[in-house]
């Protein structure tokens, strides 16, 4: 692995396969800028390769099918340019990884941006994890690995990769700002103008509920999304009705109105998310 972040994951695997004791299912931060891509397309490459040793011999018959882009045993799920993973597509890639393997090795199913599957989606991909077949490896990548159903990440083995880190944008943290403010009725809430803008906020939403929780706990700096905001976390002070289970239940809400959205794009998701505000403001004020 060329990224010095991407080695030590690597290792990990290429150990857990020689062990034969390689994981039915991984899942990992999707972060292509750093390398996640590709270090799912180098390890699908190797788990195909007929020849391999720590890596691929990229001479094999599989490593060229695979080069070629068309080797029939890995499918594969990108989430992302798309707004949501359905079902349907889940249950395809299912019917693929079932049978057996066309070059009599390994079968590899990835999914890209994970926390875009629809609930029925997610439900289908955790029966195949349930009674997972042989020979077979699911590598999963997420944005956000907690939007991902706790079940399913229970059938899944984490892959710690130590990214370099990704401060948010000085947007962002405004953004977050701006939200923490219209929660305490100091300036209005922000105006969600159609259903991009508001999926948009509703990240921002659970990021500030999770950031919330986490003054709340006294959580160290670098376990908070938005650090430029932690002196506005402060007057949660003077909320003495706030506590953990409050702010939990506010990023579960955030992540189910998500999976609702995905799984119905139809419903009004400004008007949903306006609504979950309002509640939080009046909550906040101890108007509830």
């Given at each position: 692995m060329a990224a010095p972040w991407l080695r030590d994951a690597w290792l990990r695997l290429v150990t857990a396969f020689e062990s034969n004791?390689?994981?039915?299912?991984?899942?990992?931060?999707?972060?292509?800028?750093?390398?996640?891509?590709?270090?799912?397309?180098?390890?699908?490459?190797?788990?195909?390769?007929?020849?391999?040793g720590k890596s691929a011999c990229n001479q094999c018959k599989?490593?060229?099918?695979?080069?070629?882009?068309?080797?029939?045993?890995?499918?594969?799920?990108?989430?992302?340019?798309?707004?949501?993973?359905?079902?349907?597509?889940?249950?395809?890639?299912?019917?693929?990884?079932?049978?057996?393997?066309?070059?009599?090795?390994?079968?590899?199913?990835?999914?890209?941006?994970?926390?875009?599957?629809?609930?029925?989606?997610?439900?289908?991909l955790l029966k195949v994890l349930e009674e997972p077949p042989a020979d077979t490896c699911w590598l999963i990548s997420t944005k956000e690995p907690e939007q991902l159903l706790p079940t399913l990440?229970?059938?899944?083995?984490?892959?710690?990769?130590?990214?370099?880190?990704?401060?948010?944008?000085d947007e962002q943290t405004a953004q977050a700002a701006e939200l923490f403010d219209a929660l305490h009725k100091l300036t209005p809430l922000p105006e969600l103008k159609d259903k991009a803008v508001a999926a948009e906020w509703l990240n921002t939403s659970e990021r500030l509920a999770s950031d919330m929780l986490a003054q709340l706990n006294r959580l160290p700096a670098e376990r908070f999304y938005f650090p430029g905001v932690r002196e506005r976390y402060e007057r949660l002070t003077q909320c003495s009705w706030l506590t953990a289970p409050h702010l939990s239940q506010w990023v579960s809400e955030c992540r189910q109105l998500r999976q609702t959205y995905q799984g119905s794009p139809g419903v009004n998701l400004p008007l949903l998310l306006t609504l979950i505000w309002s509640r939080w403001s009046h909550f906040l004020l101890g108007e509830e």
């Open positions: 004791r390689l994981a039915h299912a991984y899942y990992l931060k999707h972060y292509p800028d750093k390398g996640s891509n590709s270090f799912i397309e180098q390890f699908t490459k190797y788990l195909l390769c007929q020849s391999k599989s490593c060229l099918l695979y080069a070629a882009g068309n080797h029939p045993d890995t499918w594969i799920l990108d989430g992302t340019e798309a707004s949501r993973i359905g079902v349907d597509e889940v249950r395809d890639l299912q019917k693929n990884i079932v049978n057996k393997a066309n070059q009599g090795g390994f079968k590899v199913a990835v999914i890209l941006q994970a926390e875009k599957m629809t609930e029925q989606a997610s439900n289908a990440r229970s059938r899944m083995q984490w892959l710690s990769i130590p990214y370099p880190e990704a401060e948010q944008t």
